[in-house]
């Protein structure tokens, strides 16, 4: 059965954004992203995000996917993620581009449909609402975590109630990152 992968950034206090949906604690870590991105892309043949997330997508990885100032990898890593599969959860959209889809169903019987089918792992990108969303209702398997060692004080967080887990995984980056791999417990 395929497996749903949240891969997410964290603050060390625990935030996938500031109150406002702010980014700017990201920071970044060239030799972290290749490697991981290649992992990613071995492992998954579908995205799953929310509508915001994708729309990002589409803007920024289409963006460097064309720059001839970005290295090799990097336009290797965005074709990826503007051509693979995405299932879109939102209810503002009415349509997405081919070979996107809009998952107008409930989201838990969407995605238990989906790990039913053949194919590769799917990652989970986002937003938060979305993210939030699938650990709610128990849907993810492993989740692959970039924390950053910043605290940021208020935020946006990904649990909003306890969860038990299980360290798979773990690797420190000389940016300070740390990346993290958990199972449900």
């Known amino acids: 059965m395929r497996k749903v992968i949240a891969y997410v950034n ?11 949906g702010e980014l700017d604690w990201m920071t970044p870590d060239p030799a972290m992203n290749i490697a991981l991105s290649d992992e990613l892309r071995s492992r998954v043949d579908t995205i799953l995000t929310g ?3 994708h729309h990002g997508i589409e803007q920024n990885f289409r963006a460097q996917a064309t720059d001839p100032a970005s290295p090799a990898e990097l336009v290797d890593f965005a074709t990826w993620m ?5 299932v879109v ?3 503002s959209l009415t349509e997405v581009a081919a070979p996107h889809r ?4 409930d989201l838990v019987r969407v995605v238990k449909k989906l790990k039913a089918l053949p194919g590769k792992d799917m990652v989970l990108f986002g937003g938060v609402s979305t993210v939030r969303q699938f650990v709610r209702e128990g849907l993810v398997d492993e989740y ?7 605290a940021i004080g208020a935020g946006q967080p990904m649990f909003t109630e ?4 299980k360290l798979a995984e773990s690797k ?14």
Request: no cysteine; charged share 20%; net charge positive.
């Open 144 to 150: 692959w975590t970039k924390l950053y060692p910043t």
């Open 102 to 105: 809009l998952a107008g169903e």
């Open 51 to 53: 509508r915001t997330f």
């Open 172 to 185: 420190a980056w000389e940016s300070g990152i740390l990346t993290l791999r958990h199972v449900p417990a």
């Open 10 to 20: 964290l603050t060390l206090d625990g935030h996938l954004a500031g109150p406002a």
């Open 89 to 91: 959860f939102s209810r």
């Open 82 to 86: 503007i051509s693979t599969p995405q």
């Open 162 to 165: 306890r969860r038990e887990l």
